[in-house]
């Protein structure tokens, strides 16, 4: 519906596609008229791709927008060892009838080799 390909990353000042919380919200919003129920996949797919590109920060900026989209429509969801998970979704899902999973298809490793400072950032010195 808004790309072509993929989606740019979070971070970029010149994205256009919509975030990934107003895109969920959105499709709860028309999919909760259904009488038929709906099943609905919510992915962060550029998370895994900055971390195939070595992207920390990146990585860190789309997992945070992945945070965003559950806590903002599953509030009732709450998993603190992954993420913490309150606001919208009570409102908008029945949760008598509403099951919502949070997984991962996989998982990357993370590590910060070598000594850095606490002074420095991880992230290098590119950023600002």
């Known amino acids: 519906l808004f790309s072509n390909s993929t989606f740019e990353y979070a971070i970029n000042p010149e994205k256009k596609e919509p975030t990934l919380m107003a895109m969920t919200k959105k499709a709860l919003e028309i999919m909760e008229k259904s009488d038929r129920g709906f099943f609905l996949l919510v992915e962060g797919g550029l998370i895994d791709i900055a971390e195939?590109?070595?992207?920390?920060?990146?990585?860190?900026?789309?997992?945070?927008?992945?945070?965003?989209?559950?806590?903002?429509?599953?509030?009732?969801?709450?998993?603190?060892?992954i993420y913490v998970m309150y606001i919208k979704a009570r409102q908008m899902t029945d949760s008598s009838e509403t099951l919502i999973v949070v997984t991962a298809d996989h998982a990357h490793a993370f590590t910060i080799p070598g000594y850095v400072p606490l002074q420095e950032s991880i992230f290098g010195k590119f950023l600002v």
């Open 52 to 81: 195939h590109k070595n992207r920390m920060y990146d990585t860190f900026v789309e997992m945070h927008e992945f945070e965003e989209a559950i806590r903002e429509n599953y509030s009732w969801l709450v998993a603190p060892e």
